[in-house]
């Protein structure tokens, strides 16, 4: 049940529960036995609410699911959901709360880099199981984390590698301000220098900066071949409308390493989008049964499955290879899950065959290479199980399992 | 100094049963509740007091007063991750902010500047350091070993603990009487300023800045010196904060912080100590709530109130209180109204100095 | 290529990057001006500060986007719709709120600051927390090498028209007579035989819809979030302010500066370090100018 | 210059195109009582401002001294510290204040904190404003508010006291009392009192310095001043216009 108010105007979901709210802990089912506690963190609103929502609801849709299949070790699942509103202060409260007052068994949560690193401390010191779910830079090693989403490895060098082939060799970088850009434009200048091509300028923007006259100027001067925009939450979306708006999408061709996670595809007309390319894990036209049955079983539960984006995929995903972990160890304790997870378990998802690389917690993952066409993702090329081998270059936590770092590329 | 303080008796006083009683209270609370959201409200609190002495007394209004929060928290965090130890930062966390507020409260009272224009600068001064912060996601922007971080904010440094000793953090019920250890000083520190000549002398300046310059005093040192000790204990409340949320971020420098604050302390009461303590722990408890539902935006509840407090109450929750409490006792009743014509009138004089002002030059004898 | 045609090929970009960034410091300005205009007029008129005037932007752009989304021409939406609807809104907002305290500033402050919060409220409880925007209504267009967005001209243009209205009126019309009446002192508009709560009321209402139609034209530009508000209001206190009470001179002096430091600073580093300088600036020119810029230079001027 | 107590120098003030005070050449004897006379817009307010330091004087529009002191440009509190007392057109109180507070701010930083309640004690006595000391200056009657804002001024204890039309707006009960104290500060210090009241001047006696468009039209004792053809053409010139 998503709780988004505008739902509640329509009249569908009922008003109790809209008031019992995203972050009130509610009975998924009325458990027989204690039930298992998930936990999960996620702006259900504010400026990253286009990401936060479908993973809301994504959480929603697994749990059910599970317990409608007769739960984990015959227990229900209760998702404790609290929405952190787009406020890092708040997620640091809400994981205190989740480890020292709900004690849930695990938690997959956290959006943007920001929010993963404010709370990621917090789990590792309390010994609590963390699943963070989205597309990110790359780099965590910590025992105490599983990630699921795409890392630059995984998907950053299949579309610097394409634009570099069919656009030309020098590219200008905007990226967000925070650590998700400044790692991630790191990744991008080492892989572009890679392939024999050149950055000839990175600027990073605060997330809430919305006007981007100065900056498409300079672009302008600059005349790189391909803009790449790692651009991130509602504010930056401005940044793809004003380069509409002043005809440079027919002029210098753009791809992202985020457009199409917040549904910007959706939000911008045709005529603005088209033509940008992107990479990731998952597209709805993803052709395999565990996607067709996943969009139906959405499409079931929240009426149409327009906002089905990447990374609400990948926290589906993200839980259900939790599920099977638990399944496999047979127990929550923690040596035993931890053994399950280091066990190359794998699931078949929307976004195909997920399996975690015991060395990193990381998952290796099937990439698209898509492009805009008419607010639709269109594939344009997929690559099979590709490793996070950024990750792998420095992290194996079978051999110190003590780590708890973040590694960045140095360029 | 206290011999004569039957006569002066605008500063208020102390009234120590009902201090003692709530600190007793309050030292019980943990036998029954949870600390974690007392602790936070306590911190608010404290913040509160710091704009209320300010305002309350001196007249003096900051638009951007959760800047001095803000360096606070910042700073605490900051020297906290390059010295491992948290007593130097915890000092650090109190000089820093008074310090800067110093510079800058001189710069605007020795200035001349007054009322809205005020407002502008305290405002500017919180937005320019939410800006700044907000944009030092670089690696190029660290302090030491601490990288500010920008959006990021600056998580996982090491939360207070005890004086030289930094293997014992203080969290949980510790940090909860350490908070309310700190209040009940500031609180009894801010009774003692105002019982004192200085404070006296503020509450003239309060009244009448004009005539308090011509008995020879030098307001604006005096403003400069309440402004930065304001900023002392809003830096001491962000330090707390700080170690209570166990992150900083840019948003502790944001209008929302100072907007807040300010609310708070004109429900509480304005020209009051307590009422401000009282208006952020009350309104605090139901931000905290509110915030726990998303069926009504809880800016629509907190700003339904600030409305109606300044239409319907302009003296605040505490003041009126005492007015219906003690609607007998002559003296309170008309020291009440006159407080009210002071604030309307204030605001006269004010708005009558910018007209002047605006035109003097025109106006010869 | 041979050197000279090099060199001639380079003088010709580098003229167009110089119009380039003129144009984006007149769009910044014009965008000052739009977003202080409403704001302006209700402090120089009534010396009250009406901290809900970002609000008031917010809900005209809301308001368009709204129109917009259900099919209503974009250009009607924006010039006519927004400004009525924001307009009635600041009519209201006068007769229950305002009008209960002239002559206390703070006061006043302080409950139009609640007010912001309150309408923040109410457009969440209604669109929700989410990023809204529509496109631009009008395509690129090209300047020499560089591309432009078409539609910053049309709020330069936008911009321009409202600043040679309002000193029209101010200077041609028994309102601007009122008006100039008020901004010297209170009573002159008593005195000229006009009950001050109606010319309160009236400007308090004027100056809405000024707020409306900032909101309603820039709305296609950058998307809008219901706390959007607050950035606005930021910007336009501190161009009103240190206009001083002028309105027109004011606003647009200040605006002028601002506009080209914060657009210059840009073009030199970011968009960020951009604003910080305009802001340092602003605290800088009230340091010399405490009474803003018109209560130092052209006192008298509308 | 030593026996001066006050001695302007070439004392000029002008603001935009007029000239409200035009090079004025004024001194007073210690313990000297002197009427600052003229009709409204002579400039009289502009140079007590100047005198007080509310107007800020740049050197290039001559020079003040105050007890030996060149003042120029110096701010107010600086120029009371040397012992002036001052009390404003417009009484300036602390109106949120009681009497008694009032007056402690005043005696405070001359007596000290020990003294000062003591002080207040006996001005208060002094003003018989006995029954008011714990009410609100701003509930006070405007002539009331003027007493004690004379009190303001004796608990400085002052060498020199500048009072700007001390008689605006009170009842004739009032200006006996008013003019009995002046008289009895200027048993100690010097007193300038600037008014447009004839009436009142003569009741004060002394000596009177006329004003006229910013400039000195004569000095002298208050008939000779009173009786001066001139003196009355301006006054009554004034009046018919």
């Given at each position: ?411 | ?42 911190i608010w609190a404290l913040f509160a007091l710091s704009l209320?002495l300010m ?7 900051s638009?951007g007063h959760a800047a001095y929060f803000g360096l606070g928290a910042y700073t605490y965090a900051i020297t906290s ?5 948290s007593t130097a930062a915890w000092i650090f966390a109190i000089v820093l902010p008074a310090f800067v507020a110093a510079l800058i409260g ?16 305290t405002?500017?001064f919180s937005?320019?350091l939410?800006?700044?912060m ?26 207070l ?17 350490v908070v309310?250890?700190c209040l009940?000083l500031c609180?009894?520190v801010s ?35 309440i402004f930065s000790l304001s900023a002392a204990m809003a830096g001491m409340a962000g330090c707390l904060f700080a170690s209570w949320?166990?992150?900083v971020?840019?948003?502790l420098f944001?209008?929302?912080q100072s907007?807040?604050v ?104 | ?302 | ?241």
């Amino acid at each position: 049940m998503s709780f988004s108010r505008r739902r509640f105007l329509a009249g569908t979901g009922s008003a109790g529960l809209t008031v019992l709210g995203a972050s009130i802990p509610f009975e998924m089912v009325l458990a027989q036995g204690s039930p298992i506690k998930l936990g999960s963190i996620l702006d259900n609103s504010g400026n990253l609410d286009a990401y936060g929502k479908p993973m809301v609801m994504a959480t929603t849709l697994a749990a059910e699911e599970i317990n409608a299949t007769g739960g984990l070790l015959g227990r229900k699942i209760q998702v404790v959901q609290y929405d952190s509103q787009s406020d890092i202060a708040l997620y640091t409260k809400y994981a205190q709360q989740l480890t020292r007052d709900d004690k849930v068994d695990v938690t997959h949560g956290g959006i943007t880099s920001a929010s993963r690193e404010a709370i990621r401390q917090t789990f590792h010191r309390a010994n609590s199981l963390y699943f963070y779910n989205v597309l990110y830079e790359g780099g965590v090693c910590d025992r105490n984390v599983v990630c699921t989403g795409t890392t630059p490895a995984q998907a950053v060098e299949p579309i610097v590698e394409v634009a570099l082939k069919q656009w030309g060799k020098t590219a200008y970088v905007l990226a967000a301000d925070y650590n998700y850009g400044q790692i991630t434009s790191k990744w991008l200048t080492h892989y572009i220098n890679k392939g024999g091509g050149k950055v000839l300028q990175s600027s990073f923007f605060p997330l809430d900066v919305s006007d981007f006259g100065s900056t498409i100027a300079k672009i302008q001067q600059e005349k790189p071949k391909f803009v790449v925009a790692a651009l991130v939450g509602g504010a930056h979306m401005s940044f793809f409308r004003q380069w509409a708006a002043s005809g440079m999408n027919k002029k210098i061709p753009l791809c992202s390493t985020t457009f199409g996670v917040g549904n910007e595809h959706l939000a911008l007309s045709a005529a603005e989008g088209d033509g940008i390319l992107i990479a990731g894990n998952y597209s709805q036209e993803n052709t395999n049964a565990a996607n067709k049955d996943f969009l139906a079983k959405w499409a079931k539960r929240f009426g149409n499955t327009k906002l089905v984006h990447e990374i609400a995929v990948s926290q589906y995903q993200g839980i259900m290879l939790w599920a099977a972990c638990v399944k496999k160890a047979g127990s929550l304790d923690r040596e035993k899950m931890l053994a399950a997870i280091e066990s190359g378990i794998s699931i078949q998802g929307p976004g195909g065959t997920v399996t975690l690389d015991p060395k990193t917690h990381h998952a290796i993952l099937d990439i698209n290479v898509m492009e805009v066409k008419n607010q639709k993702l269109t594939i344009k090329q997929q690559f099979k199980a590709r490793p996070p081998s950024d990750t792998l270059q420095f992290c194996d936590l079978q051999k110190n399992p003590k780590e708890n770092k973040q590694y960045e590329v140095k360029i | 100094m206290i011999g004569d303080a039957a006569n002066f008796t605008s500063a208020g006083r102390t009234h120590w049963g009902w201090v003692i009683a709530i600190f007793i209270l309050l030292l019980l609370l943990p036998a029954g509740f949870d600390t974690n959201t007392p602790t936070l409200l306590g911190i608010w609190a404290l913040f509160a007091l710091s704009l209320g002495l300010m305002w309350g007394y001196a007249g003096i209004l900051s638009f951007g007063h959760a800047a001095y929060f803000g360096l606070g928290a910042y700073t605490y965090a900051i020297t906290s991750m390059n010295l491992g130890e948290s007593t130097a930062a915890w000092i650090f966390a109190i000089v820093l902010p008074a310090f800067v507020a110093a510079l800058i409260g001189a710069m605007m009272f020795y200035g001349r500047i007054s009322d809205v224009y005020m407002g502008v600068i305290t405002l500017v001064f919180s937005l320019i350091l939410a800006k700044f912060m907000g944009a030092t996601a670089g690696d190029a922007y660290s302090i030491g070993n601490a990288r500010l971080g920008g959006f990021n904010g600056i998580p996982a440094f090491p939360i207070l603990n005890v004086p030289g000793d930094p293997s014992t953090p203080i969290f949980g019920t510790a940090l909860y009487y350490v908070v309310l250890c700190c209040l009940v000083l500031c609180y009894l520190v801010s009774r003692w300023v105002l019982s004192s000549a200085f404070g006296r002398i503020l509450l003239g300046i309060r009244e009448n800045e004009a005539r308090i310059e011509l008995l020879g005093y030098n307001a604006p040192a005096y403003k400069t010196a309440i402004f930065s000790l304001s900023a002392a204990m809003a830096g001491m409340a962000g330090c707390l904060f700080a170690s209570w949320a166990e992150i900083v971020t840019p948003a502790l420098f944001g209008l929302g912080q100072s907007v807040e604050v300010i609310i708070w302390v004109i429900a509480g009461g304005l020209g009051t100590l307590m009422g401000p303590v009282i208006g952020a722990v009350l309104l605090g408890t139901m931000k905290l709530l509110l915030g726990e539902q998303t069926f009504i935006d809880n800016s629509l509840v907190i700003g339904g109130i600030l409305v109606l407090v300044v239409l319907l109450l302009p003296r605040g929750l505490l003041p009126t209180v005492m007015g219906w409490r003690k609607q007998h006792g002559q003296r309170s009743v008309s020291r009440a109204r006159s407080n009210s014509m002071r604030r309307r009138g204030g605001e006269r004089r004010q708005l009558g100095a910018g007209v002047e002002h605006g035109k003097a030059g025109q106006n010869h004898e | 290529m041979s050197w000279r045609a090099w060199t001639l090929t380079f003088e010709k970009v580098a003229m167009d990057y110089a119009a380039v960034v003129f144009l984006e410091i007149i769009y910044m300005i014009a965008f000052l001006v739009l977003t202080s205009a409403g704001l302006a007029v209700v402090f120089g008129m009534m010396r009250v500060i009406n901290l809900a005037h970002g609000e008031f932007v917010m809900v005209g752009g809301y308001t368009t986007i709204a129109c917009a989304k259900a099919g209503v021409n974009i250009y009607l939406a924006m010039l006519v719709i927004a400004p009525l609807v924001v307009g009635i809104l600041g009519l209201l907002v006068e007769r229950l709120v305002v009008r209960q305290l002239y002559g206390r500033m703070i006061d006043t402050m302080l409950a139009t600051w609640g007010l912001s919060l309150l309408i923040v409220g109410i457009v969440t409880f209604i669109f929700g927390n989410t990023a809204v925007s529509v496109p631009a209504p009008i395509p690129g267009y090209e300047l020499g090498e560089f591309q432009m967005g078409g539609y910053n001209l049309f709020i330069i243009g936008i911009a321009t028209l409202l600043i040679i209205c309002m000193w029209l009126v101010m200077r041609f019309t028994r309102f601007g007579l009122v008006a100039r009446g008020a901004m010297q002192s209170a009573d002159v508009a008593s005195s000229l035989g006009y009950d001050p709560k109606r010319v309160y009321m009236w400007t308090f209402t004027v100056g809405a819809a000024l707020s409306g139609l900032a909101g309603g034209v820039l709305a296609p530009l950058t998307g809008l979030l219901p706390s959007s508000g607050g950035a606005y209001i930021a910007k336009a206190f501190i161009t009103v302010i240190t206009g001083g009470a002028a309105i027109i001179t004011g606003t647009l002096s200040s605006s002028v500066i601002f506009g080209t430091i914060n657009q210059v600073v840009s073009f030199g580093s970011t968009p960020v370090i951009g604003e910080i300088a305009m802001l340092a600036f602003a605290v800088v020119l009230l340091r010399l100018m405490p009474q803003g810029i018109t209560g130092r230079f052209f006192r008298n001027a509308p | 210059m030593s026996e001066m107590i006050v001695e302007t120098r070439d004392l000029s003030m002008r603001f935009g195109g007029v000239l409200a005070v035009n090079n004025v050449n004024f001194s007073l004897r210690e313990r000297e009582l002197r009427c600052l006379i003229g009709p409204n817009g002579a400039g009289k307010s502009t140079f007590f401002k100047c005198l007080t330091g509310q107007y800020q004087i740049n050197h290039s529009h001559g020079r003040v001294f105050i007890r030996g002191q060149d003042v120029t440009g110096w701010r107010p509190h600086e120029i009371v510290q040397l012992g002036v007392g001052i009390k404003t057109q417009v009484p300036s109180v602390m109106n949120g204040l009681t009497v008694w507070e009032n007056l402690w701010l005043s005696a405070r930083r001359i007596h000290g904190k020990k003294g000062a309640s003591a002080e207040v004690d006996r001005i208060i006595v002094e003003l018989g404003l006995q029954t008011q000391m714990r009410r609100m200056v701003g509930e006070l009657a405007h002539g009331q508010r003027q007493i004690v804002e004379i009190g303001l001024v004796l608990c400085q204890q002052p060498k020199l006291v500048l009072l700007d039309e001390p008689a605006a707006g009170i009842t004739g009960a009032e200006a006996d009392r008013l003019v009995s104290l002046i008289h009895g500060i200027n048993q100690q210090s010097a007193v300038v009192v600037v008014d447009h009241d004839m009436n009142f001047v003569r009741m004060l006696g002394g000596s009177v310095t006329v004003l006229h468009q910013g400039a000195v039209l004569m000095e002298g004792a208050t008939d000779a001043v009173m009786n001066n053809a001139k003196v009355r053409e301006v006054y009554i010139g004034n009046r018919a216009k």
